[in-house]
C-alpha cells in the first residue's frame, strides 16, 4: 500500500509516535502499561506502525468541484465511461468504526443505484 513512504507522513507518524510515548508516561498510565521505549528511538513509529485493515478512499466518492474526487455519488468514476467502483475504495473517509458494515450498506444504496442508472434492474443479482 505504500505506507509512510512519503516524507511528510513519515514525519507524522513519528511526531505523532513521541506523544503517545510521552503521555503514556505519566501518572497514572505509567502504573498501568508496560514500559516503553525509549523516547529518543527516533524509529519506534515507524517500526510498530499498524493499518489495522481498514483502507479505505483510494477511489473516494465526492463532489465534482474536489479534485480528490474520483468516483461521484452514484459510484461512477470520473472521466472512465461505464466505470464504476463500489467497494470500500469510494468510502470518503475512515469511519469512525469498522468498515464492514459500511460496505455493505454503500453496496447495497449504490448497487441498486447501478441497477436502476445502467438499465439492468431485472438482472438478478446472487446474494453469494
Ligand atoms: C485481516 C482483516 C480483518 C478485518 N476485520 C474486520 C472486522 O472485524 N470488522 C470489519 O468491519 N471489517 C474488518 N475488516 C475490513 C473489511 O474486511 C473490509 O473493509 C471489507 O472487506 C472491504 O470490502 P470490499 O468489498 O471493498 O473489498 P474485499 O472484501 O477485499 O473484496 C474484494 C474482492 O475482489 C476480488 N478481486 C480482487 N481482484 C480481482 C480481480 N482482478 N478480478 C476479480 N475479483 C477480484 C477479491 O478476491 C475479493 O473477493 C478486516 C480486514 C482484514 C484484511
Not at 468504526?97 to 443479482?125: Q, Y
Request: glycine share 10%.
Amino acid at each position: 500500500m505504500g505506507w509512510l513512504e512519503a516524507a511528510g507522513d513519515r514525519a507524522l507518524a513519528e511526531a505523532a509516535g513521541r506523544e503517545l510515548m510521552a503521555v503514556a508516561r505519566t501518572a497514572p498510565l505509567d502504573d498501568m502499561l508496560d514500559p516503553w521505549p525509549n523516547l529518543d528511538d527516533p524509529d519506534h513509529a515507524l517500526r510498530t506502525v499498524e493499518t489495522f485493515h481498514h483502507p479505505v478512499a483510494t477511489l473516494r466518492m465526492g463532489q465534482g468541484d474536489d479534485p480528490m474526487a474520483v468516483t461521484d455519488g452514484d459510484g461512477r468514476i470520473r472521466g472512465l465511461e461505464g466505470a464504476w467502483c463500489i467497494d470500500a475504495s469510494a468510502i470518503p473517509r475512515v469511519p469512525s468504526a469498522n468498515t464492514h458494515l459500511a460496505v455493505i450498506a454503500l453496496a447495497e444504496k449504490l448497487g441498486a443505484g447501478f441497477l436502476e442508472l445502467t438499465g439492468h434492474g431485472d438482472v438478478a443479482v446472487s446474494p453469494a
